[in-house]
């Protein structure tokens, strides 16, 4: 019997199915089915702050592709306090610590109204790039507009329970003695050094005093001042603790992935929503964090941020979604070297797509054309683009007179036969190979690993190629040593363009030696036989 295919057949389809049945079986309306995703408004959006966003709305529009209205909530954590200043930002920042985001200055000057209004943008940006559509909604406007109202009322009514549940799931005595709430201090402006220590119900405000806080390490001095806030002034902020489940019954939340770094205040988050609040908590599904190459979670504050904008200038967007999208759990490393790779891998999903690949499993297809179709937010284009290896166009590039490095990659290209099906999105990758060049002076490199045949294969073409000087006599070294060693002379050709390219497929081998020059070709080669410890 045929396996079933739910939607495009990806992880994404499935989790919209489980989250379909669930909301059925607790009875609740089905429009819209919401998806949420926070976006950290203290400090600059980094890779996997876009994943998170990206893997919630795949959810929604699994959602919509079985037939049931759904969206994304974008909501922006604006309303947090500094909590330590990010790197590239200098040191005169650290006055705004335990201030909210929202009322410090614009660290670019004047292009936003705050300090995370700034940071949110760009996170903004880098969605718009990628084809998500959401629902946009800032911590600041949605306290100041009285949106949580109701749960904020319900939780500081319901303290004492709070504090128990988060002192069992934690272990945290704190919230059995202040409230999880933080004023905005009404005298220096800071939100995370005010302790909330009584609730006056009937005139539903809060009894503070500016005492200061330990944040990453570092004590902030508050200033001393007692004073009392109305919590329906959005002059505060619910604690973390509590927050998420306010926010996931206001706006009626169905459906929330979460980084593993924040399991804790989402486990304790669900037994509020439903033990306070009366609200069953959204469907979740834990990611891994994407790390840095040293094996550090990239963080906003820290200084290994890779940013989407970092991305963009070498690679498209459909790639990122590729890196984003292709798995869900497990941690990965991350760094500007997966741009090349990822930029080659999206062309092979499209070949699979289009019906260009000799991929043999239908089943395989069907997932691997599904996961390209989530890679365009289910948008995709009618024709594929321009299939080039990116380290080609990389060497094509170092190549080219200064100047004219357009057309003389274009007229290579040609030469080589890229052309004969059109130049869709040609430009855009000669720039990405170009500021690639510029940026890094050099093409990625992955490892090779040869048999001990294989090895004497390349070492074998690398002395065949100094005694020749043609394109043909170069095409024919490779030819000749398949037939001197018994060999498949499409096995070797996959061994020399994943030596010289990175991939295992790439221009006539005889032009490209012409092109790039013998020398350099040789070099290379046996720089990868002893590097493969064969020889």
């Known amino acids: 019997m045929p396996k079933e295919i739910i939607g495009k057949g990806t992880w994404y389809d499935k ?43 795949a959810v929604a529009l699994g959602v919509k592709l079985q037939g049931y209205d759904s969206e994304l909530v974008a909501f922006s954590d604006d309303k947090d306090g500094l909590r330590k200043v990010p790197a ?53 406007k949605v306290y100041e507009l009285g949106l949580l109202n109701r749960e904020i009322l319900t939780i500081l009514e319901n ?55 330990e944040v990453k390490k570092k004590w902030l001095n508050g200033c001393g001042h007692e004073g009392e806030v109305d919590v329906l002034s959005g002059k505060g902020k619910l604690s973390w603790k509590v927050e998420f489940a306010a926010r996931w019954k206001a706006l009626d939340i169905r459906f929330e992935a979460y980084g593993k770094d924040i399991a804790d205040s ?9 033990e306070i609040l009366g609200f069953e908590p959204p469907m979740h599904v834990q990611y891994e964090m ?23 200038r070498y690679g498209t967007p459909q790639s990122l979604n590729l890196l984003i999208l292709k798995r869900f759990v497990g941690t990965r490393s991350c760094s500007v070297d997966d741009v090349p790779t990822h930029m080659d891998e999206f062309d092979h999903l499209e070949e699979i797509y289009f019906g260009k690949s000799g991929i043999i499993d239908e089943l395989e297809s069907i997932k691997l054309s599904g996961l390209y179709e989530y ?73 090779v ?7 004497e294969a390349i070492e074998s073409i690398s002395e065949m190629l100094q005694k020749v000087k043609t394109a043909d006599e170069y095409q024919s070294a490779v030819f ?45 080669l046996r720089k990868a036989v002893k590097k493969s410890g064969k020889k």
């Open 449 to 455: 690993k040869m048999s001990e045949k294989e090895a």
């Open 266 to 274: 989402v486990r304790v988050n669900d037994r509020i929503c439903r």
């Open 88 to 140: 590239g930002l200098p040191k005169e920042y650290e006055r705004w610590l335990g201030y909210p985001v929202s009322d410090i200055p614009d660290p670019a000057g004047d292009c936003h109204e705050s300090f995370g209004s700034h940071m949110t943008s760009l996170l903004l940006e880098a969605l718009d790039k990628c084809g998500v559509e959401y629902k946009f909604q800032s911590a600041a």
């Open 159 to 213: 303290v004492e329970k709070a504090g128990k549940i988060i002192k069992e799931e934690l272990g945290q005595e704190k919230y059995l003695e202040t409230l999880p709430y933080f004023p905005i201090c009404e005298n220096c402006g800071r939100i995370y050094t005010t302790n909330a220590y009584e609730y006056v119900p009937d005139e539903h405000k809060i009894l503070y005093r500016c005492t200061g806080m």
């Open 480 to 524: 000749q040593t398949a037939k001197n060693l018994n060999m498949s002379p499409k096995n070797i050709f996959q061994i020399l363009y994943k030596i010289l390219l990175g991939s295992s497929q790439g221009p006539r081998f005889g032009s490209y030696v012409e092109a790039l020059g013998s020398d350099k070709v040789i070099k290379e």
């Open 15 to 57: 989790a919209a199915k489980s989250l379909i049945e669930r909301e059925k079986s607790l009875g609740r309306t089905l429009t819209p089915i919401r998806t949420e995703s926070g976006l950290g408004a203290s400090g600059f959006p980094h890779i996997g702050s876009l994943g998170d966003a990206i893997r919630n709305y």
């Open 375 to 447: 890679c365009w937010m289910l948008k995709p284009p009618i024709k594929p683009s321009v299939h080039i290896p990116y380290n080609l166009l990389v060497q094509l590039a170092k190549v080219a007179p200064k100047g004219s490095e357009t057309d003389f990659i274009r007229n290579k290209l040609e030469k080589y036969g890229y052309l004969k099906q059109g130049a869709e999105g040609l430009e855009e990758r000669i720039r990405f190979a170009l500021n690639w060049l510029n940026d890094f002076g050099r093409i990625t490199k992955i490892e």
């Open 290 to 312: 994407f790390l840095d190459k040293g094996g550090k979670k990239i963080s906003k504050s820290a200084g290994n941020v890779f940013t989407p904008q970092v991305w963009f």
